[in-house]
Nanobody, 119 residues
């Protein structure tokens, strides 16, 4: 069982910065698709940024140029550096790790960390 724990959220003024971290524990196997999702007022979790085993990155249009996703494989940690934050970035940010391993679909989520951006 893989456990993902997010940290680094908080309250910040518009234009500020935050760095989110997602630490993984347990047997991660070769589950190397990782990403950050945001749950806003609509309660739907939408992808913010993702990174593959090949370190290919993808970003939601709304955060391109402002957010950077990265991973530290040695420490099993995923990061999301957020700059130039806007009120629309507010939400609960979840770390996700997923993939097909040994013919099985594996999908793990953290508990989330709150990010609130004030005007």
């Amino acid at each position: 069982q893989v456990q993902l724990v997010e940290s680094g959220g908080g309250l910040v003024q518009a234009g500020g910065s935050l760095r989110l971290s997602c630490a993984a524990s347990g047997s991660i196997f070769s589950i190397n698709n990782m990403g950050w999702y945001r749950q806003g007022p609509g309660l739907q979790r939408d992808v913010v940024a993702s990174i593959t085993a090949a370190v290919n990155t993808n970003y939601a249009d709304s955060v391109k140029g402002r957010f950077t996703i990265s991973r530290d494989n040695a420490n099993n940690t995923l990061y999301l550096q957020m700059t130039s934050l806007k009120p629309e970035d507010t939400g609960v940010y979840y770390c996700r790790r997923w993939g097909v391993v040994g013919g099985r679909w594996l999908d793990y989520w953290g508990q989330g960390t709150q990010v609130t951006v004030s005007s």
